[in-house]
């Protein structure tokens, strides 16, 4: 008997070959966008958490009372070291031996701050989170005068979630941050890009998250 050999028809297109090269490239992508998604997550998370508290804060600055401790300190420069100062300069900051003497003396620490000099003394400001601070030295009779002032730790971090007086090392931080955020909220939005067709909501739902603050600044903010 003859035997018939089946013919198998190619899919239209051609598109059963290149379906499964393209679900792989699909799963990869969806795989590394979970993965820099939860990686920026997790950099991020503490300090999304403080900055969201002290947004609130800050919102309502105005009814959470603080009382600022001030706590002034005074002291006396050596002979040797106040002829240091005995020279009229521009402003510059303190000798180092001076520095280190005014620290063990008051408990503040003018090391490499700038001070304003003038005939009579040496004034050095030194703000702070949360705070203030200043140190003076007269220049004829060596007394140091400081004062540092504490407004609580709420204004603290209200300060530091400005990056007010909170250094090189809190700058960085701030924007090694904003940078973790960045790529948590694109790759959160390449995400729900990919979820879209099987969640119909989604898109409504960004939509009003962007009209909200947009409508709230147009009729509200004058």
């Given at each position: 008997m003859n035997q018939v050999t089946p013919i198998h028809a190619a899919a239209p297109g051609g598109s059963a070959p290149t379906a499964k090269p393209r679900r792989k490239w699909k799963t990869w992508w969806l795989k590394q966008l979970h993965t820099w998604h939860w990686v920026s997550a997790a950099v991020s998370l503490v300090a999304m958490l403080l900055f969201s508290i002290t947004g609130i804060t800050l919102n309502h600055a105005g009814s959470i009372g603080a009382t600022p401790v001030v706590t002034e300190k005074?002291?006396?420069?050596?002979?040797?070291?106040?002829?240091?100062?005995?020279?009229?300069?521009?402003?510059?900051?303190?000798?180092?031996?001076?520095?280190?003497?005014?620290?063990?003396?008051?408990?503040?620490?003018?090391?490499?701050?700038?001070?304003?000099?003038?005939?009579?003394?040496?004034?050095?400001?030194?703000?702070?989170?949360?705070?203030d601070a200043w140190v003076s030295i007269d220049r004829g009779s060596g007394r140091i005068t400081a004062e540092v002032t504490d407004r609580g730790w709420v204004s603290y971090l209200n300060d530091l979630h400005k990056g007010r007086n909170s250094g090189t090392a809190w700058f960085w931080f701030i924007d090694v941050f904003a940078a973790a955020c960045i790529l948590f909220t694109l790759t959160g939005l390449l995400l729900l890009q990919l979820h879209a067709h099987r969640r119909p909501s989604t898109w409504p739902i960004v939509a009003a998250g962007l009209a909200l603050p947009v409508v709230i600044a147009i009729l509200f903010i004058h």
């Amino acid at each position: 008997m003859n035997q018939v050999t089946p013919i198998h028809a190619a899919a239209p297109g051609g598109s059963a070959p290149t379906a499964k090269p393209r679900r792989k490239w699909k799963t990869w992508w969806l795989k590394q966008l979970h993965t820099w998604h939860w990686v920026s997550a997790a950099v991020s998370l503490v300090a999304m958490l403080l900055f969201s508290i002290t947004g609130i804060t800050l919102n309502h600055a105005g009814s959470i009372g603080a009382t600022p401790v001030v706590t002034e300190k005074s002291g006396t420069l050596s002979p040797p070291l106040l002829r240091q100062l005995a020279s009229p300069t521009a402003d510059t900051v303190l000798p180092p031996a001076v520095a280190a003497a005014v620290e063990r003396s008051v408990d503040v620490d003018p090391t490499g701050k700038t001070g304003e000099w003038s005939d009579a003394d040496v004034y050095v400001a030194l703000p702070r989170p949360g705070g203030d601070a200043w140190v003076s030295i007269d220049r004829g009779s060596g007394r140091i005068t400081a004062e540092v002032t504490d407004r609580g730790w709420v204004s603290y971090l209200n300060d530091l979630h400005k990056g007010r007086n909170s250094g090189t090392a809190w700058f960085w931080f701030i924007d090694v941050f904003a940078a973790a955020c960045i790529l948590f909220t694109l790759t959160g939005l390449l995400l729900l890009q990919l979820h879209a067709h099987r969640r119909p909501s989604t898109w409504p739902i960004v939509a009003a998250g962007l009209a909200l603050p947009v409508v709230i600044a147009i009729l509200f903010i004058h």
